[in-house]
């Protein structure tokens, strides 16, 4: 009896304990509290431009006095992130804020434990700029119900179209581009009259081709970018998962692509091709090449402006990318997530944090003109926004000097364009059939590339083996798995 | 007892070469063993926060890492042709080099010598990201150099990006261009290494230049050839994925005859970035050199007990 007295006073004991802790915490310290001097470590992707470091000091002369925190920047070179990125987020290195996104495998990442999980922190430490965060931007970035991604609120599409050059256009009478067929008449005539174009649609080794005419049929890749292997049809009833060759229209892709590819739009070798199309538009080796709207801005930027560059959107039904595309996170090895996140809530609603890290000190390295668009100094001391697309804010973000005049009108007409669609929320899960993945998108490389380019001899032998090395692959066992996470994200998500 | 008595006079007897000894011993331990219990991530499923040791193990006992090797029949061809590519270019850019280091020693003039063995070492300078971009102008169908060549001279245009056979060639001809002239140099120290009365009573006997370089040269080189070979055999499975990837890159109408284990590895992990998938790539490379340089020296040992490495 006495004994379990003792154990009942213990339990009630440990009961008060346990149901004070949090509030006592709470009582003793601001969560807010801002005492402690901390250094945060920030990574980005990109090239440290010249300047950096003289922003970073007056930066950090303004953090010190408002968050007494002083932050150091560290870049991640396009070269080397493949291997880098995953090394840093892997040696526990000290690291309070690195930029994340899909296409650096954001999801697996996550789910293997290299970021700390954010829905509990934001709400307390980027209380402000969360007002300004679209709910479904919370949702892309959760994973297995945890968000790990705080991520820019900037909209983009997912338009794919043909950037062609509107001065040979008009030499040619030809109608502006609207679809396909009127793109494949531009290509025509350039091939035919202009022999300095040596690659008419500025294909190479990844050219967007087949990615835009997917898009274009109402097909959606779960990877929620291009170069996918695995799509559903936005427009059925209830979606089915199937790879790219299994698509009922590929044939006629293939077709279409090899009658491309023998009219000579693009070379032989095209798949050896490395230098991009933007690059050899600039070159003046290309004269269109197939992207998005925001390739069409910089392109526009970028070149002489009596070429009259012009875009047009292929793919009739366009959603809002995933916010996921550009993100900053927080890793696990992060000693100050606190303070990292009261640092970042403050760039993303402060217009002076935002625009130093992002564009350098005003009348230094940039000004804005009247018109609100940004006027660089100097592009080879600080170009615009290094590596800064994990926080870059609607409200903030401005176009460059010599943006398309009619950029709002073309930014406007493609939000009237945008559909919803849930699935841009889907984070696809490779890591239960790792292996077979990673068989297919071997087998992609080599049997389907070529394909998707017209580069065939042969066009029924070569999709036969397509088929057949993609059944050896594990492609049945890879698409049962993912209509597995299709269908319970389909049964969880669709009203 | 008398064995471990044995061991402590012996260590006592050469103190200070042991002491000379340490720190080699001591780094290689440091820098070369330890690192090696890294290895066992290769048989786990990684997880970040976890770190290499505390990760659970993968499926399959371990081995599910290592199946996106075989999965698709890929592994057997892909480890033929890693092993036949670096025997073949090792053959025949060893065999040009000592045939390059032959002719510079022989040459009289002593400004041409130096020029020539300047430009043959040339391209060990270029990366091989250029040389992508060369061969690139040199090959491509519509205004490619061999190509204008050809028509120029009333032949017909090749495409030469499909047919794979032809880059087996194509990758040993850019393979022995940029490395012969770097190999040569070792070539040329053992050949003036030999002592120069061989050849002086060679030529007294009336030995003509094909005579000595029969009857001393090649016999005076023939250790350097076959260390050569024994440290180059334990590489064989380890493509030189540079030269690979920026001659080939994506092309995929290329990769039945020119895929090696590394571009195979780069192209299925490239999205993935699986810490544990490429690490059992490294280790069944690895495990599979080490069988095949034990095998070698142990063939050389049979045959040639003084050239074995060990």
């Given at each position: 009896m006495k004994k379990a007295f003792r154990s009942l006073a213990l339990a009630l004991a440990l009961a008060l304990l346990m149901g004070m802790l949090p509030a006592a915490a709470l009582a003793a310290d601001?969560?807010?509290?801002?005492s402690e001097r901390v250094e945060l470590v920030m990574y980005l992707f990109g090239n440290e431009p010249p300047r950096y470091p003289a922003m970073l000091e007056e930066f950090n002369k303004m953090a010190l006095e408002e968050l007494n925190c002083t932050l150091s920047v560290y870049f991640i070179g396009w070269g080397e992130y493949t291997t880098k990125y995953p090394l840093l987020l892997s040696s526990?290195?000290?690291?309070?804020l690195i930029y994340a996104a899909t296409w650096i495998d954001f999801a697996n990442l996550a789910k293997r434990g290299a970021f700390l999980p954010l829905e509990d922190l934001l709400p307390i430490y980027c209380a402000e700029s969360l007002k300004d965060q679209p709910p479904e931007a919370l949702v892309q970035g959760s994973v297995d119900g945890h968000v790990y991604a705080y991520t820019s609120n900037v909209k983009t599409y997912s338009a794919y179209g043909a950037i062609v050059r509107g001065d040979l256009r008009e030499k040619y009478n030809?109608?502006?581009?609207?679809?396909f067929d009127s793109y494949a008449a531009y290509l025509q005539a350039i091939v035919d009259n202009?022999?300095?174009?040596?690659d008419a649609a500025g294909?190479?080794?990844?050219?967007l081709f087949e990615d835009a005419w997917m898009f274009s049929k109402g097909l959606h890749p779960l990877t929620g970018?291009?170069?996918?292997?695995y799509y559903i049809d936005?427009?059925?009833e209830k979606p089915t998962v199937f790879a790219a060759h299994e698509w009922e229209g590929f044939r006629e892709m293939a077709e279409k692509m090899k009658d491309w590819s023998d009219r000579g739009f693009?070379?032989?070798?095209?798949?050896?091709?490395?230098?991009?199309g933007g690059t050899m538009m600039k070159q003046g080796v290309a004269a269109s090449r197939v992207h998005n709207f925001d390739n069409y801005v910089s392109d526009y930027i970028q070149n002489?402006?009596?070429?009259k560059i012009e875009w047009t959107n292929l793919v009739p039904k366009i959603n809002h990318l995933s916010y996921l595309q550009d993100t900053m996170a927080v890793p696990?090895?992060?000693?100050h997530p606190d303070r990292a996140l009261m640092l970042l809530d403050k760039i993303r609603t402060d217009a002076r944090y935002y625009n130093m890290l992002t564009y350098?000190?005003?009348g230094v390295d940039y000004e804005f003109d009247e018109n609100g668009f940004v006027k660089v100094a100097n592009q080879d001391t600080f170009a615009s926004e290094p590596g800064t697309w994990?926080?870059?804010?609607e409200k903030f973000h401005r176009q460059g000097v010599g943006?398309?005049?009619?950029y709002v009108e073309e930014k406007a007409a493609l939000e009237a364009a945008v559909v919803p669609n849930i699935f841009r929320s889907f984070n696809m899960d490779t890591a239960p059939v790792k292996n077979e993945y990673a068989a297919m998108q071997n087998v992609y490389a080599q049997y389907y590339y070529p394909l998707s380019v017209g580069v065939s001899t042969d066009l029924d032998a070569d999709i036969a083996k397509l088929a057949e090395q993609a059944t050896a692959a594990g492609n049945d066992v890879v698409k049962a798995e993912l209509q597995r996470q299709v269908d319970a994200f389909y049964a969880a998500n669709a009203k | 007892m008398k064995q471990r008595n044995g061991f402590l006079r012996e260590m006592r007897r050469n103190r200070t070469l042991y002491a000379m000894l340490l720190p080699a011993v001591l780094l290689a331990v440091v820098?070369?063993?330890?690192?090696?219990?890294?290895?066992v991530v290769a048989f786990k499923n990684y997880q970040y926060n976890l770190g290499i040791f505390d990760s659970p193990w993968a499926k399959y006992g371990g081995f599910d890492n290592f199946r996106f090797l075989f999965i698709s029949g890929k592994g057997f061809s892909i480890t033929l042709n890693t092993a036949f590519y670096n025997l073949f270019n090792l053959v025949t850019s060893q065999a040009l080099s000592m045939v390059v280091a032959i002719v510079i020693t022989e040459m009289r003039g002593r400004i041409f010598k130096r020029a020539t063995q300047s430009v043959i070492f040339l391209?060990?300078?270029?990366?091989w990201i250029i040389v992508g971009s060369f061969a690139y102008n040199f090959f491509n169908?519509?205004?490619g150099s061999l190509n204008n060549m050809m028509e120029a001279l009333g032949g017909a245009r090749v495409?030469?990006?499909?047919?794979?056979?032809?880059w087996v060639f194509i990758i040993m001809a850019f393979n022995c261009w940029k490395w012969v002239g770097y190999n040569s140099i070792i070539y040329i120290a053992a050949i003036t290494s030999i002592d120069a009365e061989c050849y002086e009573a060679a030529d007294i006997d009336g030995a003509n230049i094909w005579r000595k370089i029969a009857y001393i040269t090649l016999p005076s080189v023939k250790p350097t050839v076959i260390v050569i070979f024994l440290l180059n055999i334990s590489r064989?499975?380890?493509?030189d994925f540079q030269m690979f990837f920026q001659l080939?890159?994506?092309?995929?109408?290329?990769?039945?005859?020119t895929d090696v284990i590394d571009t195979y590895v780069f192209r299925s992990l490239i999205s993935g970035g699986d810490v544990g998938m490429t690490a059992a790539a490294t280790l069944y490379q690895s495990v599979l050199c080490f069988l095949i340089i034990i095998a070698v020296n142990w063939l050389v040992k049979r045959t040639e007990p003084d050239y074995a490495l060990f």
């Open positions: 601001n969560p807010l509290d801002t526990n290195e000290e690291i309070d030809l109608p502006p581009v609207t679809d202009e022999p300095s174009f040596t294909g190479y080794n990844d050219p970018s291009t170069g996918g292997v936005t427009t059925a693009w070379p032989k070798s095209i798949l050896s091709i490395t230098d991009d002489p402006n009596e070429w696990s090895s992060s000693k350098g000190i005003e994990g926080f870059r804010m943006a398309p005049p009619t | 820098i070369l063993y330890i690192p090696m219990a890294g290895l391209p060990y300078f270029i990366s169908y519509e205004i495409n030469l990006y499909g047919i794979p056979g032809a064989i499975l380890r493509g080939i890159g994506m092309n995929g109408q290329l990769f039945n005859a």
